[in-house]
């Protein structure tokens, strides 16, 4: 596995739209984000207005401008883009219902339910993520953006075997949540990332 530049800063350029941002070492300071990217700049990022522009199609990665172009392939890096081989795997003992994953004056948070069966339908399962949102609300204050994920276990949650992701924040776009200030909702919206599909009959 490639072996990313111990740096403090790095600048990401969208292949797409040609957008550029920078970011540095302390916007990833967070436990959460430590124990992701092991204390380096990751990868890659994605981007937000890429994906803002089409929403049904996946998020373009942006590469760090010192990542070779031989190197740029998403599964010779760890998650999102880390280049930690030894990052935890996740054991029962790591999960937590919300996880803070903020990151500079950007307060993002990770709210995951564990229910005994499957929830297929789409009411239901917004139903449960609004609810989550009041709580991380409730619980830590203006924040910016959260993510609701659902597992039938524990044991799969911290695996990252996830049956529906909702993510809650600016136009639906979880990479915009630091487009906005913690507090202001007006541009919120719910956007459904992952949700098990049942197979049609023949």
Request: charged share 25%; aromatic share 8%.
């Amino acid at each position: 596995m490639p072996r990313l530049q111990d740096v403090d800063e790095a600048t990401y350029i969208c292949p797409t739209c040609h957008q550029a941002v920078r970011r540095a070492r302390k916007d990833f300071q967070t436990p959460g984000l430590l124990a992701m990217f092991g204390g380096r700049l990751p990868a890659y990022l994605l981007c937000g207005r890429c994906y803002s522009a089409h929403p049904r199609k996946p998020a373009t990665h942006m590469w760090r401008t010192d990542v070779r172009e031989i190197d740029r392939r998403v599964p010779l890096w760890g998650s999102y883009g880390s280049s930690t081989p030894d990052a935890p795997k996740g054991k029962e003992t790591a999960y937590q219902r919300i996880r803070d994953v903020s990151f500079a004056k950007c307060r993002r948070f990770v709210a995951t339910v564990i229910t005994d069966r499957v929830i297929k339908d789409t009411g239901a399962l917004l139903k449960q993520a609004e609810a989550q949102v009041e709580d991380v609300k409730s619980a830590k204050g203006k924040i910016n953006a959260v993510a609701v994920h659902f597992a039938t276990s524990v044991e799969k949650a911290v695996r990252g075997q996830l049956y529906a992701v909702i993510d809650w924040a600016p136009d639906g776009t979880w990479a915009e949540a630091d487009a906005v200030v913690p507090g202001y909702y007006k541009r919120h919206k719910y956007a459904i990332i992952r949700q098990h599909q049942t197979k049609k009959e023949a």
